[in-house]
């Protein structure tokens, strides 16, 4: 049996492995000290650099982020008229675009920040027994009146976050299942969905680590 010292030892163990493992996964902590003082009411949303294969992650994640910085109280400017406006300027790439400097993007555009991204994950993973879609980006938000970034972050999604049933029933059921979803793979573009729902964990103020409210939205200055 256990005396009680012996106890006592055991309990004072246990508690400093329990604040070591606290300690080894540190929250991360988001600085909004630039962006709360910046207090920017206008974005202009640049084309995302794409570091993946799918030739269509830049188009699949900008169609996908205006809704989530216009519902957090950001008045974001229109992404075609944008896109025009680069065009007519010889930009056509989003690492050239990603390239002017944000005291000419303020010139350009008027707007208080620019919104930078990066798509690191986009598209379909087929495996023997299942397919799912992936979507990864990161993004920082960066003052247009003196290029100070205000705000960074990242997120992923994946397709079975939209619904996707499990693959269940058998291995003869696992492989048909499998071929039919890599099939609806291919016909239907779930990427873009999948970069909708990163868009807004990305995005969408009240998220950890996320934008705070915009001067539009009702909860400004609430965060």
Sequence with gaps: MLNLSHLK?????????????????????????ALRAAKPRTIVVLPPLNETADVNATNGMLSQMTMPLAESGYYVLPVAEVAETFRQNGLTTPADIQNVSPAKLHQIFGADAALYTKVTQYGSVYQVFDANTYVSASAKLVNLGNGDVLWQGMASASGKELGNAGVGGGLIVALVQAAVKQVAHSLSDES??????????????????????????PKYGTD
């Design 9 to 33: 030892s055991l309990l004072v163990l246990a508690m400093a492995a329990a604040l070591a493992a606290c300690a080894g996964a540190p929250k991360q902590a988001v600085d909004y000290s």
């Design 192 to 217: 873009q969905k999948v970069a909708g729902l990163t868009s807004r964990k990305l995005l969408s103020a009240g998220q950890p680590n996320g934008l705070l409210y915009g001067p539009h939205s």
